[in-house]
């Protein structure tokens, strides 16, 4: 079973940066595609990026040309970087790990001053 921890969180200003981390345990990291998701107040979650074991990503509308998702699986970890931070990206944001169902982090807070 695979488990993960996020880290980097933390309370940054409109137009600063941050870059989250996902550890992974597990021995098969690196064929697993991997994801990032939110979740805002009063709003459902939603994913933010996501990225292949072959590296292929994908990101939601909203942070494109702001945010990159990038893996190591020397190291099982994922990251996050966000750039140009704007107030509405504050949320709760989890790691996801695709198996036969998404297995999911505890979750690392992000909160953007205005």
């Known amino acids: 079973q695979v488990q993960l921890v996020e880290s980097g969180g933390g309370l940054v200003q409109a137009g600063g940066s941050l870059r989250l981390s996902c550890a992974a345990s597990?021995?098969?990291?690196?064929?697993?595609?991997m994801a990032w998701f939110r979740r805002a107040p009063g709003k459902q979650r939603e994913l933010v990026a996501g990225?292949?074991?072959?590296?292929?990503?994908n990101y939601a509308d909203s942070v494109k040309g702001r945010f990159t998702i990038s893996r190591d699986n020397a190291k099982n970890t994922v990251y996050l970087q966000m750039n140009s931070l704007k107030p509405e990206d504050t949320a709760v944001y989890y790691c996801?790990?695709?198996?036969?169902?998404?297995?999911w982090g505890q979750g690392t807070q992000v909160t953007v001053s205005s």
């Open positions: 996801a790990a695709a198996t036969t169902q998404w297995v």
């Open positions: 597990g021995r098969t990291f690196s064929n697993k595609t």
């Open positions: 990225i292949t074991s072959g590296g292929l990503t």
